[in-house]
């Protein structure tokens, strides 16, 4: 019984963290109640502060249960192409660009990050938390160009730390402003093109190699 008592609190920790982000999407993260997400996912008050004490834990938690599919996802092709970093990173970015089309949650998720968001008040803490992650992405990415650099995948002079700011600009660049306007172009199927454009500027670029 206690297995399953456990089982079906983590099913209900992950139908409200499903409820909250479409209700965030919907009304926006200031104007969405923990009252409102309650009711979208079909439970009480207390069940929300049974897993969440406010907003900014739960908003907290719907990013890294986003953050932690990556994670699978980086496993899996780490085990997919080994000893062959630079493919790893390009099927994650080509991942992140079309999971943004046709993964409604994901889809959702980031309007909510990019256009739905106010840093203010109770979420000013999100803020700066934000900021933290984004600090330590960049030490992940370089972590990663590295090791293409060890594989003699990429230039040995790259400079990492440039080659990451780009690489957060341009993805998130270029889902906010897809998001923004579909219409404008096709993310999903421009995907592989977008991610083997910025691999080439890695590549090939004179302004992301280091002088000695």
């Not at 080994?82 to 980031?110: G, K």
């Amino acid at each position: 019984m206690a297995r399953k008592t456990k089982s079906q609190a983590l099913e209900t920790r992950q139908h409200i963290l499903d409820a909250a982000v479409s209700q965030f999407s919907v009304r926006g993260v200031a104007a969405t109640s923990l009252t409102d997400v309650a009711n979208a996912a079909g439970v009480t008050r207390g069940a929300i502060y049974w897993h969440f004490k406010n907003k900014v834990e739960l908003f907290n938690a719907v990013w890294e249960d986003c953050e932690s599919q990556i994670e699978r996802l980086e496993v899996e092709y780490q085990t997919k192409f080994p000893n062959d970093p630079l493919r790893v990173l390009r099927e994650i970015l080509v991942f992140l660009l079309r999971a943004t089309v046709t993964d409604p949650s994901r889809r959702s998720l980031m309007e909510i990050i990019f256009h739905k968001c106010e840093f203010v008040g109770e979420m000013s803490s999100v803020h700066e938390a934000r900021k933290a992650l984004y600090m330590e992405g960049y030490g992940k990415i370089e972590g990663i160009l590295h090791r293409c650099i060890e594989q003699e995948q990429l230039p040995k002079n790259l400079h990492t730390r440039q080659a990451a700011i780009i690489l957060r600009a341009y993805i998130t660049g270029l889902m906010e402003n897809w998001l923004f306007m579909p219409e404008s172009f096709d993310l999903h199927n421009q995907a592989s093109q977008f991610i083997d454009t910025y691999i080439e500027m890695l590549r090939l670029c004179p302004s992301l190699i280091k002088s000695n």
